[in-house]
């Protein structure tokens, strides 16, 4: 139900999961409502958190980096479907409830913003590690910290908007809608190097004696 979600409950399982530094792809999460799709799109997050670094890696084979940005697209892909799963499940809550004739349309979902929550949750814990490393000197400590006192006023800005969202669509004041992302690289029939892959392809094999 969307009475039962609000950033302070978001924000905490985010950085349990987080500060835990548990591989959420055997253990989905469950609860009522958008949280199994919260935990989808927390899951789904961290691994490409993962991935995108050793993505950045020099020291191993090109086979590699290119398995793991197809990683990164799959991942990317549950990412997004698990935002609109959240939205889904949001609106459904709210199916008792119509908007004013004053209602304004937030063009920024309550799933998107679960979904920067998620990251901004990875950034803050990347972050302050980093704050902590005995390895580093102390300018690039003092940086560290800077930028994550920024990222904590950036969540605190977000948490802020999500809550104000969150209850003024139970008021019927606010509303937001289901926007579809519709990747189009990941679709074989809308990716024209892939569908133009399949067709040289395929008349490779209809030439052939």
């Given at each position: ?173 606010a509303y937001f809608k289901v926007y579809r992302q519709f990747k189009m690289y990941n679709d074989p029939a809308l ?19």
């Amino acid at each position: 139900m969307a009475h039962a979600l609000d950033s302070s409950a978001i924000t905490q399982y985010h950085d349990a999961v987080v500060r835990l530094a548990q591989d959420q792809s055997d253990h989905p999460g469950s609860g009522p409502g958008a949280w199994f799709a919260i935990a989808a799109n927390h899951r789904f997050n961290c691994l490409l958190w993962r991935e995108e670094d050793k993505a950045r890696r020099q020291d191993v084979p090109a086979a590699d980096i290119a398995a793991g940005k197809r990683r990164i697209d799959a991942y990317n892909q549950q990412r997004n479907d698990a935002v609109e799963a959240i939205d889904e499940a949001i609106l459904a809550s709210l199916a008792g409830v119509d908007p004013g004739p004053d209602a304004r349309l937030s063009s920024e979902t309550a799933g998107a913003m679960i979904d920067r929550l998620s990251i901004l949750a990875l950034k803050v814990h990347h972050m302050r590690a980093q704050t902590e490393r005995s390895d580093a000197g102390i300018s690039h400590i003092e940086a560290c910290a800077a930028r994550l006192q920024r990222l904590v006023a950036q969540r605190a800005d977000l948490c802020g908007c999500l809550d104000r969202l969150l209850r003024e669509a139970r008021e019927g004041r606010a509303y937001f809608k289901v926007y579809r992302q519709f990747k189009m690289y990941n679709d074989p029939a809308l990716n024209p190097y892939l569908y133009g892959q399949a067709r040289t392809a395929d008349a490779a094999g209809q030439g052939a004696p």
